[in-house]
Nanobody, 124 residues
Framework: QVHLAESGGGSVQPGGSLKLSCTAS????????MGWFRQRPGEDRELVAI????????HYVDSVRDRFIISRDTARNAVYLQMASLKPDDTAVYFC?????????????????WGQGLQVTVSS
């Protein structure tokens, strides 16, 4: 019911930069938390960064702190991940995650949607 459109993945050299974008669309009443997760081959998915609706509360996994910046545009239901000083260890499939509520008459059921994933490869 909620569609997440992701863009910005690709291949870069170590030390390079990349920006991921994710925009949610559908019968959305409101969006609460938005974030990015990543998954390396054969490994569990892990949280990379998350941002609150107020755009003041953020959380980063220690390995990306001070290198990645998460931001959002609440009016557009969009979330971004600016990645700098990329390392080979950052190579993974990155997934956008959006939580919120749906318009359904007088009801406002909650949703938790995931993007299809963006491949990010950092290598020489």
């Amino acid at each position: 019911q909620v569609h997440l459109a992701e863009s910005g993945g690709g291949s870069v050299q170590p030390g390079g930069s990349l920006k991921l974008s994710c925009t949610a669309s559908g019968n959305i009443a409101s969006v609460s938390a938005m974030g990015w997760f990543r998954q390396r081959p054969g490994e569990d998915r892990e949280l990379v960064a998350i941002i609150s609706r107020e755009n003041t509360h953020t959380h980063y996994v220690d390995s990306v702190r001070d290198r990645f910046i998460i931001s959002r545009d609440t009016a557009r239901n969009a979330v971004y991940l600016q990645m700098a000083s990329l390392k080979p260890d950052d190579t993974a499939v990155y997934f956008c995650n959006v939580e919120g509520t749906l318009r359904h008459g007088p009801a406002r059921p909650r949703f938790d949607s995931w993007g299809q994933g963006l491949q990010v490869t950092v290598s020489s």
